[in-house]
């Protein structure tokens, strides 16, 4: 079973998300807004399928990546949500939530190891 594909996105926290995405835009290039930037891309097995990676910023004060106490959280992009949830489970992975569905794909957040907090993704194209 393919797990994960790729990243889907770099969150962390930071002490002023307006300033900081100004920083990246202006040192960077970063194209950002309210939720900082996508980056697109194509799939180098399909050309014709195109996929993204989010960086987004979040206030120090924060509680989206609770129970995790770091200050980041990776998105990974995943085939098959259900069945990895499934096999997850049954290998012990504590799992935060249950799965979410947007039109842009389905979500779920789970804990690795040492407690850092993991949005997995599958996205809906």
Do not use: Q
Not at 39 to 52: H, L, Q, R, T, V
Not at 60 to 73: A, N, R
Request: hydrophobic fraction near 35%; charged fraction near 35%; glycine fraction near 8%.
């Amino acid at each position: 079973m393919k797990k994960v594909t790729g990243i889907g996105g770099i969150f962390f926290k930071c002490k002023d998300p307006k300033k900081m995405n100004e920083w990246y835009e202006k040192h960077l290039g970063f194209r950002t807004g309210d939720y900082g930037t996508t980056f697109e891309w194509f799939d180098e097995n399909a050309p014709d399928i195109k996929g993204s990676t989010t960086w987004s910023l979040f206030p120090d004060s924060s509680k989206h990546f609770e129970p995790s106490s770091k200050e980041f959280m990776i998105n990974y992009r995943v085939a098959d949500l259900e069945a990895l949830v499934d096999e997850l489970k049954k290998e012990g992975v504590r799992i935060l939530d249950e799965i979410e569905s947007y039109a842009y794909g389905k979500f779920i957040h789970i804990l690795d190891m040492e407690g850092n907090k993991i949005e997995l993704w599958e996205p809906a194209d």
